[in-house]
Structure formats: C-alpha cells, structure tokens
T-cell receptor, first 107, second 121 residues
Framework: SYELTQPPSVSVSPGQTARITCSGEALPMQHAYWYQQKPGQAPVLVIYKDSERPSGIPERFSGSSSGTIVTLTISGVHAEDEADYYC??????????FGGGTKLTVL | QVTLRESGPALVKPTETLTLTCTFS??????????VSWVRQRPGKALEWLAVIDWTDDKYYTPSLKTRLTISQDTSKNQVVLRMTNMDLVDTGSYFCARIGQGFGDGMDVWGQGTTVTVSS
C-alpha cells in the first residue's frame, strides 16, 4: 500500500525556521496537504495543494514540492507552533493516506 | 458556518460492529466536489485515513480495512455513516469525520471534534 514518510521529530528554537519533509512515490502526480494537530484537538489544515495557505493560517507557514518530496516550512517559529504535523495525499486508486506525523518541538 | 459532529457508542465489545454517524451542516454533500472522509487516531499514534464518500456517491476505502468498512450517506438527514465490522481491541481510538470541500483541492478543511471509541469486553 502507498506510504508517505515523515521524520518522527524536528526541534527548533523560537524564531528559527522549521522544515518538515514528506516523501512519497506519487507526490509528483498528486497534491500534498499539511495538517497541524495539538494535543486533544482535531487537526487543522495549514497547507493545501502543496503550497497554498488557507485564510487564517499565518504567513510563516509555507509549503513546497520537489519531485517525490514535499516540505512544510515554518519561518520564525512561535512557541504556539509546537504540535504534530501530518502530510496527506492520495494514490491513483482514490485512496487517501497520511504520513506518520512529525512532532515539532520548540525549544 | 460549516460544522461536523461525530456520534456513536463510546464502548463496543470485540467482534461487534461499530456504527458511527457524522452529522453535518452548512454544506450539501450533493454539491459538486463535496466529500466527507473518516479518519481515526489510535492512542499515541498517527492519523489514519479510513474512507471517503463523494457527491456522486462514489466510495473509497483504505486497503487494509476495506473488507470491514462501509460508508454511506443519508442526504435527507445530512449524515454520513461509517460501519466497521468485527471490532478488535486495536480499533480503540478517536474517530473523526471531515469535509473535503471546494477550493481546497482534496484537503480536509473542516473537522468534527472526534468521538472516542473503546473496544473492551
């Protein structure tokens, strides 16, 4: 079955830039989506179609794509950005899939 | 305002069938491009996509659980129902429904708060 691979954890100091990667064979053909999830809460869509940002999501959140890897970048990390981040995409059969999640720690 | 709310039993026994209902408002599942997905999260684990139903009533399931899952819609009630058969202890977790709407591609732009299901004898 199709898989998306993320690093388990990323740590940055406040004000630094955090980059979270997600790799998958179908990513050149399928858009990627990123979600932020804080403990006890439902996920929130922070990036759609690889690099678009929904209204209400801070400008410090951005997304990019290169071949089989997509990247979520958080520029000037705030303490409140500490959360789990998940990438999501689809395979050619219509099934969706999430990555394993990355825990962002703000030191 | 778009809202989704999950409901269902908090406790089920092994081998039983789980039936969860997602009641939504603020959009129509009959509108082109609209879909509702189910996602679960086992304790301390990652999000796991389960199933989706779209505005044409097409349905897709995660391959690993396809034989146990059925997703359906009741348009008159604005509800999407997920059934999971043969529940096991490892199915314990939080179950979310989410909208896939227009303007965000395949992104799940609005989520319910989730419902917690415990499988125990």
């Amino acid at each position: 079955s199709y898989e998306l691979t993320q690093p388990p954890s990323v740590s940055v100091s406040p004000g630094q830039t955090a980059r979270i990667t997600c790799s998958g064979e179908a990513l050149p053909m399928q858009h990627a989506y990123w979600y932020q999830q804080k403990p006890g809460q439902a996920p929130v869509l922070v990036i759609y179609k690889d690099s678009e940002r929904p209204s209400g999501i801070p400008e410090r959140f951005s997304g990019s794509s290169s071949g089989t890897i997509v990247t979520l970048t958080i520029s000037g990390v705030h303490a409140e950005d500490e959360a789990d981040y998940y990438c999501q995409s689809a395979d050619t059969s219509g099934s969706r899939v999430f990555g394993g999640g990355t825990k962002l720690t703000v030191l | 305002q778009v809202t989704l709310r999950e409901s269902g039993p908090a406790l089920v026994k092994p081998t039983e069938t789980l039936t969860l209902t997602c009641t939504f408002s603020g959009f129509s599942l009959s509108s082109s491009g609209m879909c509702v997905s189910w996602v679960r999260q086992r304790p301390g684990k990652a999000l796991e996509w389960l199933a989706v139903i779209d505005w044409t009533d097409d349905k897709y399931y995660t391959p690993s659980l396809k034989t146990r899952l059925t997703i359906s819609q009741d348009t008159s009630k604005n509800q999407v129902v997920l059934r999971m058969t043969n529940m096991d202890l490892v199915d314990t977790g939080s179950y979310f429904c989410a909208r896939i709407g227009q303007g965000f591609g395949d992104g799940m732009d609005v989520w319910g708060q989730g419902t917690t299901v415990t499988v125990s004898s």
